[in-house]
């Protein structure tokens, strides 16, 4: 059964770059019946979806955050990072990492989360100076 677990800092200041890890337990990484993705939820608003990470390395970004964000695998460790720059007060939010079946990953991208089968409990961070 594979679990997620994301770990990083809680604070970050404005225009610095937010880091987060997702540790994958239970399965592996490379593994094709997943891909990787990271979602937020700021306060008092909907989930959204930021980029996802396949099992062999592609990359896809939400085309609104695309400029500032980019997701990477350590295989050796079985994690995948979040790393978005530029952070502004607008970027506090409660980061998920999740993962899904890639042959849903259009949907997902469209917002239908139902079909994430996998969420870490979350981590909030707060930008702020």
């Known amino acids: 059964q594979v679990q997620l677990q994301e770990s990083g800092p809680g604070l970050v200041k404005p225009s610095q770059t937010l880091s987060l890890t997702c540790t994958v337990s239970?399965?592996?990484?490379?593994?094709?019946?997943?891909?990787w993705s990271w979602i937020r939820q700021p306060p008092g608003k909907g989930l959204e979806w930021m980029g996802v990470?396949?099992?062999?390395?592609?990359?896809y970004y939400s085309p609104s955050l695309k400029s500032r964000t980019s997701i990477f695998m350590d295989t050796s460790k079985n994690q995948f990072s979040l790393q978005l720059r530029s952070v502004t007060p607008e970027d506090t939010a409660v980061y998920y990492c999740?993962?899904?079946?890639?042959?849903?990953?259009?949907?997902?991208?469209?917002?239908?989360?139902?079909?994430?089968?996998?969420w870490g409990q979350g981590t909030l961070v707060t930008v702020s100076s």
């Open positions: 999740a993962a899904g079946p890639p042959e849903t990953e259009s949907a997902v991208v469209a917002g239908e989360y139902r079909y994430l089968e996998v």
């Open positions: 239970g399965g592996s990484i490379t593994a094709s019946y997943y891909s």
């Open positions: 990470i396949a099992y062999d390395g592609t990359t």
